[in-house]
């Protein structure tokens, strides 16, 4: 039995391809408001990187 409850593997291993991801360009009003939830959440609040986060390249 183990000692440890991790284990260090010196290998490499393939790229993951998820075979049910979909990405494209936000549409939809809703698809928009999630895509601007998800960047608030991760580089403004998570990261804070970004104290107003639109900008000239965002979505009209």
Do not use: C
């Not at 928009?32 to 939830?37: N, R």
Request: proline fraction near 2%; avoid cysteine; glycine fraction near 4%.
């Amino acid at each position: 039995m183990a000692e440890h409850a991790y284990a260090i593997v010196n290998s490499t291993f393939a790229d993951f391809l998820a075979g049910d991801l979909l990405v494209k360009p936000a549409e939809q009003a809703w698809e928009k408001a999630d895509y601007y939830a998800l960047r608030r959440a991760v580089f403004s609040r998570e990261q804070q990187l970004f104290s107003q986060d639109k900008d000239d390249r965002d979505f009209g």
